[in-house]
């Protein structure tokens, strides 16, 4: 084998599947894709395993080989040139309802030798609420539209059947048509480039490539596990509650076990699957397992089956980790998120300088779907996320998407245009981001006026009871809030809910502040100060976080060094504690 064709090849393949990704952007028709862009590409190889993910979410890690295995057990000797295959159901290969899978076989010469594969995150597929995302359903039928393995096109000729009672069970179909045929004119992408790429290599050193390709991700990723320390560490947090059984919180639990070239991630002991819509797919918690695992892992390292086969993930069925018939997933969403947080914490006890503390508790959901004066549908859906825990080496980012989804921001000027309501405000809030050396990101706030005469609101968020944690001396993160009409009646609202509003409902939703990293006390007084200026910490908070006396918006180091002094006979800490999950002294944040 040529080393440089194959580093070409190899670069190629991932060239393909990163332009799958871009022609999705160019083309969808929904906001949740165009501006999140929650949906993911990929190739696979003739077998169904993924050989190279493209752009966008580390979410989807796991998804397409658990999708295509799927589709290979329900059709591995009838798949013909001209097939399309679509599917959603989270019991037999699926996420949860609204992503939708299209994988598209590539043949030469009669010979199938690769899959292209796209996964979109659909505004509706039905259901009880628009959008069909609410964290309070309770079983999967009450949750939208499921679609078993099936053939979209066979032979080239589409399924009519099949899109016409799509048509019939989603709100807006002239958006999931659109969505959809954007997937396939990603698939129509892959099977042009796929074919020059053939044309180039042969089909036999295509096939030695593409399996190459695999075992060489697998190589390095073992090799970089071998650098790792051997061991075993643990970790555990909590969510909230599920939306339904409400002060009921749900235990996210982890052991990684490492030995040479190999990691387990286990998630036995996490809580047996609830009532509520928050409940994974084990494909999903595999994705929140792989992205923990490769962000202590060098980069460069290919996104495949090669990277899968160094790190078993285990988690029980019937857990909340692996929901088992009748499990609701729709928000399932959130779960992975927070098993993303819980994967940093037991990384942290492997590796205290390399892990970041919690982040934002990630992600929000909020979707707000209802008709017009002329019964026109409409379904506005946005998932918000946007302040990293604090780094061991740096402040957490603010403003800036959790590493397990990597999404953008709505445009508020598009969406403001295209439904009705507007934004009368999104910015950061200030004494939110957890203390530390190094301070947590900084959390936001959103505050969206409704315009239509009645809508449907629903919301998933967390971290309300159970804050961001912070590492090695950080503070942990302020919680979320939720409220109606802020400027009114200020009505506090749970993290989970589904509600009517009427016209002129102010809806404010507050991110929950990211963990902090380190003692407060060593950070350096020109940064504390530098977020006094910036109003990201109020005058208050810098002495009753770090100590700092602000004075006229100068620091007063004599007054500095006493406070400190007095906080740390205050606390009286014999050792750093490695997590900390409430405040070291007692203090008030003011809502925002």
Known sequence: MDPIEFELFKNAIFSI???????????????????????STGFADAEGKLVAQGLTLPGHLGSVPTAMASIMRHYRDDIRPGDVFIMNDPFDGGMHLPDIFVFKPLYHEGERLAFA??????????????????????EIYAEGLRIAPLKMYEAG??????MTFIEKNVRLPVKVFGDLRAQLAACHIAEKQFAELVAKYGAGQTTLYMRETIDYAERLTRAALEKLPDGEWSFEDWIDD?????GKPIRLFVTLRKRGGHMVVDWTGTHPQVKG???NTLSFTKAASYTGVRSVLPQGIPNNEGVFRAIEVICPPGTVGNGVLPAACAARGLTGFRMTDCMFGALAMMLPERVKAAGDGGNTGVSIGGYDAERKPFIYVDFTCGAWGARPWADGLDGNSHMFANMASHSVEVTETEQPMQFLAYEFVPDKAGAGKYRGGVPFRRDYRFLEEEGVLQVRSDRRTHRPFGLYGGSPGGPSENYLNPDGENRALPSKFTMTIKKGDVFRHVLAGAGG??????????????????????????????GVVVIENQADMKATAKRRAEIRAARGWREVPAVQREDPLPKTRKAA
């Open 17 to 39: 599947a990163d332009e799958m990704a871009l022609t999705v952007f160019r083309t969808t028709y929904s906001g949740v894709l165009k501006d999140n862009m929650d949906y």
């Open 117 to 138: 594969c796209t996964v979109c995150h659909h505004t509706d597929v039905g259901g009880r609420v628009a959008g069909s995302n609410a964290s309070d359903s309770t």
């Open 157 to 162: 000729v589409l399924n009519k059947t099949l």
């Open 242 to 246: 599920d939306g339904v059984d409400y």
């Open 277 to 279: 819509a928050i409940n």
């Open 517 to 546: 990293w380190g003692d407060p006390l060593e950070r350096d007084p020109a940064g504390v100060l530098k977020d006094v200026r910036n109003e990201l910490l109020s005058v208050r908070q810098a002495e009753a976080d770090y």
